[in-house]
């Protein structure tokens, strides 16, 4: 086999690793969409065909694990292509979790679909708009090799938690004035929930692109809204 064939085999092998990858960013981004528009539309089909949408992220994943695999060890990449290679599996990983929120947010809907009581929140739909941003531009930047786009999404996740606060605050004063808004309330805390870890996970993904394409990491601390004395953690949670 020639030099020149061996090169061009590798070079296609990598090209479908990255297509692999935004592949699977392009179904998680959909499948997230989808979680708020059955939220906004209390859509029962579309929040059912988002949960079984997940899977279809989970079979990428796998298949981006073995190409992975196969490239390290097979084509013993070093330098910029060890560091794309790694960072294909580090984000695939958090595109994989991106999808399994995102399904958390349909699942946390339905309970609402026919309870009356619950308040169709600005924030929730703000906070969704801006997770979804941020998965659209750290997609852009992974395809384009931009560190100032990938930058830019991490800077603002400070943001979304920033936005869970002010919404945790309005729940409990929900929940506070009527006992019967508990129930609903507590739904759409843990949907609030699911999308500030979509956006933590954004931004891992932000750093990784950072690191791939500059070789090193940020020197400043991630930005982060305080969180300490109001999360929440249940089964929605890492």
Same mark, same amino acid.
């Given at each position: ?41 209390? =859509? ?8 079984? =949408? ?5 079979? +990428?994943?796998?298949?981006?694990? $073995? ?6 060890? +097979? ?10 290679? &790694?960072?294909?599996?580090? &984000? ?7 999808? =399994? %929120? ?39 930047? %992974? ?12 800077? #603002? ?6 936005? %869970?606060?002010?919404?945790?605050? @309005? ?5 506070? @004035? ?12 843990? &949907?609030? #929930?699911?999308?500030? #870890?979509?956006?933590? $996970? ?26 300490? =004395? ?9």
């Amino acid at each position: 086999m020639s030099t020149q064939h061996i090169v061009k085999s590798y070079d296609e092998e990598l090209n479908h690793l990255n297509e692999s990858i935004l592949k699977m960013g392009g179904l998680a981004e959909s499948l997230l969409a989808d979680a708020l528009d059955s939220v906004v539309k209390r =859509d029962l089909d579309l929040a059912q065909q988002t949960i079984d =949408d997940d899977k279809k992220i989970d079979t +990428l994943e796998t298949e981006i694990d $073995h190409q992975v695999v196969r490239l390290l060890a +097979l084509r013993q990449p070093m330098a910029a292509d060890l560091r794309n290679i &790694i960072a294909a599996l580090k &984000i695939s990983s958090d595109i994989e979790r991106i999808g =399994d %929120y995102g399904a958390n947010v349909a699942k946390r809907a339905i309970p609402l679909f026919e309870d009356q009581t619950a308040k169709p929140l600005f924030t929730i739909n703000r906070m969704g708009r801006i997770t979804l941003q941020m998965i659209k531009n750290v997609l852009d930047a %992974y395809t384009e090799g931009n560190a100032d786009k990938a930058r830019e999404v991490w800077l #603002r996740d400070e943001e979304v938690d920033d936005l %869970y606060n002010s919404l945790f605050r @309005e729940l409990l004063t929900y929940m506070m @004035e009527d006992p019967r808004n508990i129930t609903p309330c507590t739904h759409m805390l843990f &949907i609030a #929930r699911n999308l500030e #870890r979509i956006g933590d $996970h954004a931004t891992n993904v932000a750093e990784t692109v950072y690191y791939m394409v500059k070789g090193t990491t940020f020197q400043e601390d991630r930005p982060k809204g305080d969180l300490s =004395d109001i999360a929440v953690e249940g089964p929605d949670g890492d």
